[in-house]
Nanobody, 115 residues
Framework: QLQLVESGGGLVQAGGSLRLSCAASRSIFSLNAMDWYRQAPGKQRELVSTITREGRGNYAESVKGRFTISRDNAKNTVYLQMNSLKPEDTAVYYC?????????WGQGTQVTVSS
């Protein structure tokens, strides 16, 4: 079993920044890729960014150049640095990890960007 706990969300003006954190309950976290997803009201959950076990990040086109994903395996934590935020980034952000056939999700953290 793995527990993921997100933090760092909040209300920010357009152009501002936030850093999200996702803390995992077990060190096995370091063995797999980690993802950040988001879900806006009335929309499907979408993949925002993935970081490989080796630390390589991949991004959705909508956030490329603005968001940076990183991980600290010693702390069992993955981060999402979000800069130049836009109102369309408003959503609940979730971290996710797949271990074998099991999918683990955090409870989500709300990000609201005002115009």
């Amino acid at each position: 079993q793995l527990q993921l706990v997100e933090s760092g969300g909040g209300l920010v003006q357009a152009g501002g920044s936030l850093r999200l954190s996702c803390a995992a309950s077990r060190s096995i976290f370091s063995l797999n890729a980690m993802d950040w997803y988001r879900q806006a009201p009335g929309k499907q959950r979408e993949l925002v960014s993935t970081i490989t076990r080796e630390g390589r990040g991949n991004y959705a086109e909508s956030v490329k150049g603005r968001f940076t994903i990183s991980r600290d395996n010693a702390k069992n934590t993955v981060y999402l640095q979000m800069n130049s935020l836009k109102p369309e980034d408003t959503a609940v952000y979730y971290c996710h990890q797949q271990l074998g056939f099991a999918d683990y999700w955090g409870q989500g953290t709300q990000v609201t960007v005002s115009s």
